[in-house]
Nanobody, 125 residues
Framework: QVQLVESGGRLVQAGGSLRLSCAASGRTFGFNVNVMGWFRQAPGKEREFVAAISWDDTTYYTESLKGRFTISRDKVKNTLYLQMNRLKPEDTAMYYC?????????????????WGQGTQVTVSS
């Protein structure tokens, strides 16, 4: 079983930066998780893909966030990160960390069977 706990979300002004963390407990890469991702969900909207990293450290991003967001992981700490720069009010959302089965389906929510509880990011204008 894998447990994921996100942290780092807070209120920030537009143009600022945040780094989200996702601490994973249990067996992840190499066992039943081949990709880990970040998703976000704004009020009244569907959950959307942000970024993912596969077991071989290949990274994937939603096109509109490339250049501003960076996903990474610390294998020793078993922690996933999302560095977010030049934040905009439209980045306001609950951000979720997730562990999934197939890196080929990195952007599909139904590929992920482990989810954290989320961390709120609010960007003020």
């Amino acid at each position: 079983q894998v447990q994921l706990v996100e942290s780092g979300g807070r209120l920030v002004q537009a143009g600022g930066s945040l780094r989200l963390s996702c601490a994973a407990s249990g067996r992840t890469f190499g066992f039943n998780v081949n990709v880990m991702g970040w998703f976000r969900q704004a009020p009244g909207k569907e959950r959307e893909f942000v970024a993912a990293i596969s077991w071989d450290d290949t990274t994937y991003y939603t096109e509109s966030l490339k250049g501003r967001f960076t996903i990474s992981r610390d294998k020793v700490k078993n922690t996933l990160y999302l560095q977010m720069n030049r934040l905009k009010p439209e980045d306001t959302a609950m951000y979720y960390c997730a562990g999934g089965r197939s890196s080929a389906r990195y952007a599909s929510t139904d590929n992920y069977n482990y989810w954290g509880q989320g961390t709120q990011v609010t960007v003020s204008s």
